[in-house]
């Protein structure tokens, strides 16, 4: 392996593979990540019609311990998708040591190991990819953007990347404590500590500072301090680690590479980058001028505004129209990631009959107005996962007793506009085409 990476960061991961993980434990549970789920990719990065069956091969580039390699293996097991592959590398040897036995207890087989720096990936012959997850990783390349080069020279064209990097806003407190970290290992003119004798001093540290300070008032945002020697290190200690605000990332990725970037946090979706639903039950008296500006810079304040994104998580596609359409009659709309029903989300949509109502969702922690149109309710209560939009229209139709004649589907989808739009910036309501559940059953 050519010396293409940082051999600080190199000998970190050797000794302290991240996540820490027990191969044991997947006889047990299997870890979700969020960027993974193949019902959010095909959502995300290929409007709804990738049906997983046609060969489909995913990079997980600096894979690690294996998280997203074992979930995206089991799913792509699960649906039978014969011929895909996922490929898993990373320059740490201990990690992929880890990630290996994990698949090997699972029995999984459509793993490919690769050691090597993905900054080696335009030489390595490893073919294209129509999916990349690169999560936590570039913002620990001495020059990420030659890794993102990297990525996108193994990309197909119209392959998508899942890209997890760190955000500058909810990691404040993290970068001071870096910053005193790095004062209080300083031994000038003697040896340099090791790993250990850092990682002790950041623990005497955490047990012994004041609420005041930074770090401590920001700490329930972080989880990696607590979660053993390889989490303080990781997260305390990393001799290369740089954040980015959203904006950097339309700079860097949009208008320098022309992808188009899809934001979703764990559990919240896009929400944290909206900022009518981050001010939503409070709205501003500029609340509406807000909602107008272009996304970009409603994600720059948003960030700013909610103060807690700790990561970003988004996917960059070749453009918009890799997320699935709201407005096209044969997209088959479907709940997701928690157990909602069509029954209660029109519960939850008709509570204040038809007038805009306050939507305070637990899992998200958003609090927002929303109103239901005058057939929200309705039309969520025909969502079973398997009718198109097209079916469900016909049958809400089909019990019109108005006057008038019964609204067309440009009507309906208005109407139900901005119930899809909060549901989906949640991502709690995804799309899929017929063709690609057609594909996998056939
Ligand atoms: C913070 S861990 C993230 C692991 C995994 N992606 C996850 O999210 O659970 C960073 C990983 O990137 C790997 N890494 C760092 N630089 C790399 C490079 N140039 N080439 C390949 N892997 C690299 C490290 O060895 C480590 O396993």
Not at 216 to 233: F, P, T, V
Not at 259 to 274: C, E, I, K, N, W
Request: with cysteine; proline share 5%.
């Amino acid at each position: 392996m050519p010396d293409n990476y940082l051999p600080q960061v190199r000998s970190q991961y050797e000794a302290l593979p991240y996540p820490a993980r027990d191969p044991e434990e997947d006889r047990k549970r299997l870890v979700l990540t969020w960027l993974e789920d193949l019902p959010m990719i095909n959502h995300y990065c290929f409007a709804g019609k990738q049906s997983f069956q046609k060969g489909f091969r995913a990079l997980m580039a600096g894979g690690g311990t294996g998280d997203a390699t074992i979930f995206l293996a089991e799913q792509l097991r699960a649906v039978n998708a014969a011929n895909a592959q996922v490929v898993h590398l990373d320059m740490s040897e201990a990690s992929i040591a880890l990630a290996k036995r994990r698949a090997e207890i699972r029995g999984l087989n459509n793993i490919t190991w690769v050691h090597d720096s993905l900054l080696n990936l335009p030489s390595l012959d490893v073919g294209k990819f129509d999916y990349i997850n690169c999560s936590g990783v570039l913002h620990h390349l001495a020059d990420p953007d030659l890794g993102f080069k990297a990525l996108r020279s193994v990309l197909k064209d119209d392959g998508a990347i899942g890209l997890m990097v760190y955000a500058t806003t909810g990691r404040t407190g993290v970068y001071q404590m870096q910053a005193l970290m790095r004062l209080v290992n300083d031994n000038p003119g003697g040896e340099p500590l090791n790993e250990q004798r850092k990682i002790a001093n950041a623990r005497d540290l955490l047990a012994s500072l004041p609420a005041s300070n930074w770090f401590m008032r920001s700490e329930d945002l972080h989880h990696d301090h607590k979660a053993g020697d390889a989490g303080i290190y990781d997260l305390l200690l990393h001799s290369q680690d740089r954040s980015y605000t959203a904006g950097e990332l339309f700079d860097w990725l949009e208008d320098g590479y022309g992808m188009h970037l899809a934001f979703t946090d764990v559990q919240r979706g896009r929400s944290p980058y909206l900022p009518h639903m981050v001010l939503g039950s409070k709205p501003p008296n500029m609340a509406a001028a807000l909602r107008k500006l272009p996304r970009r810079r409603q994600h720059e304040m948003a960030e700013l505004m909610i103060g807690n994104i700790i990561t970003h998580s988004l996917y960059a596609t070749r453009d918009a129209s890799c997320t699935a359409p709201y407005g096209d009659a044969q997209y088959i709309p479907f709940f997701f990631h928690e157990p909602l029903t069509g029954e209660i989300a029109a519960q939850v949509f008709g509570r204040n009959r038809g007038q805009p109502f306050l939507l305070q969702h637990q899992h998200s922690g958003v609090s927002v107005m929303v109103n239901p149109g005058k057939y929200g309710p309705k039309i969520l209560a025909l969502i079973d996962g398997r009718r198109s939009f097209g079916e469900i229209f016909d049958l809400f139709r089909a019990s019109w007793q108005g006057k008038a004649a019964a609204p067309d589907n440009a009507a309906l989808f208005a109407d139900f506009a901005e119930s899809f739009e909060t549901l989906n910036a949640l991502d709690r309501l995804l799309l899929k085409h017929p063709d690609a559940d057609a594909a996998a059953a056939g």
